[in-house]
């Protein structure tokens, strides 16, 4: 157990607290439509910060985090689950706006939590334009 806050300790404490505010967000709003600034800004800060990452650390460390033990493995196998939920919900809407599913779901797979991300902001910019024109 860590006896002092590191900045790795401190970047994973600020991912869950900034996670479940948006979990209890959506939680108190369930109707509220999805924000494609909002979307479209994670991918962007989570591109950078992927790309200050490998710079610092390259990408073969990713391999060893999620091979190394049960413990990576777990988190690999959590992490392949939840993007798979994310997409198999986001897939029907995305359809219904005319987004090129199959090039759409290469980034996904090449980038993960980025593309989806970046998908999402999309789909919010089309469905807000679909409800600006229905109106």
């Known amino acids: 157990m860590p006896t002092e806050l590191t900045p790795f300790l401190a970047l994973a404490g600020g991912g869950l607290v900034f996670t479940v505010a948006a979990v209890l967000t959506m939680l108190l709003r369930p109707e509220a ?50 993007l798979s939920v994310a997409y198999f919900l986001i897939l029907p809407r995305a359809k219904a706006q005319g987004m090129n599913l199959i090039l759409w779901t290469l980034f996904i797979l090449a980038t993960a939590s980025i593309g989806l991300l970046a998908m999402c902001s999309r789909l919010f910019w089309l469905e807000g334009q679909s409800t600006t024109r229905a109106a």
């Open 33 to 82: 439509p999805g924000n494609a600034l909002l979307a479209g800004a994670l991918s962007a800060g989570f591109s950078a910060f992927s790309a200050v990452t490998i710079a610092a650390e390259g990408v073969f460390p990713v391999v060893l985090n999620h091979t190394s033990n049960l413990w990576g493995v777990q988190v690999w196998w959590d992490l392949l689950f939840s």
